[in-house]
């Protein structure tokens, strides 16, 4: 089974440019999760959607951080404009919905943010 | 969500049993047990979750104590492979995970 596909595995650009990561959830799942790892923070929790509408976006540090679900197989979050300290591991995980549903998590974009 | 403790890091010779630890003595009646790991370079994995009684897998088993206050994750055979930080997750929802330190396990040859 394919598991949570993220695109692109690597990005590095430069500050103010728009930055857009993607993300395909496994097939049949209705949830889905934006994490953030850095050194400093470690895993956090950016946004999280069911059935593709955004339930809790509390995570979302600021403004430019923004993140959209237009179907069930397809999600992205967009930064613009980036700066140096966004340069972190974004992940994406999915899940069934519902209480205590495991999550399944892709391997990650590490983004750098020159 | 109740606050979980972890040893920072353990070592376990390869092929023998690893026994993580977690600390969870404010945990509430609706809160489970969630175990996630991360490998190097890869997105956390889902190990195991259970409420009060005690769960096994394919990956590992889990002891959560009757008064629930403490949990331990068992590795019957640890390999290389499981070298990992392991996370100790309570939730009362599976969907709002709150990742901790979590302990660093070395497998060792």
């Known amino acids: 089974d394919a598991g949570v596909i993220q695109s692109p595995r690597h990005e590095v650009t430069e500050m103010g440019q728009e930055v857009t990561l993607r993300c395909k959830p496994i097939?049949?799942?209705?949830?889905l999760f934006w994490y953030r790892q850095t050194m400093m923070r470690g895993l956090e929790l950016l946004i999280y959607f069911n059935n593709n509408v955004p339930i809790d976006d509390s995570g979302m540090p600021e403004d430019r951080f923004s993140a959209k679900m237009p179907n069930a197989s397809f999600s992205t979050l967009k930064i613009q404009p980036s700066e140096p300290r966004d340069s972190a591991v974004y992940f994406c995980?999915?899940?069934?919905?519902?209480?205590?549903?495991?999550?399944?998590f892709g391997d990650g974009t590490r983004l750098s943010i020159l | 969500d109740a606050k979980t403790t972890q040893p920072p890091s353990m070592d376990c010779a390869e092929g023998r049993a690893a026994n993580l630890p977690c600390n969870h003595s404010?945990?509430?009646?609706?809160?489970?047990v969630y175990w996630y790991r991360q490998i190097h370079s890869q997105g956390p994995q889902y190990i195991i979750h259970g409420l009060k009684n005690n769960e096994t897998n394919e990956m590992a088993s889990l002891i959560i104590t009757e008064d629930r206050k403490s949990s331990t994750l068992i590795l019957p055979h640890a390999t290389l492979r499981d070298t990992a930080v392991y996370y100790c997750?309570?939730?009362?929802?599976?969907?709002?995970?709150?990742f901790g330190a979590g302990t660093i396990l070395r497998v060792k040859s």
């Open positions: 404010t945990i509430s009646g609706n809160e489970y």
């Open positions: 097939s049949g799942h209705n949830s």
């Open positions: 995980a999915s899940s069934f919905s519902g209480s205590n549903q495991p999550q399944h």
């Open positions: 997750i309570v939730t009362e929802y599976g969907n709002k995970l709150v």
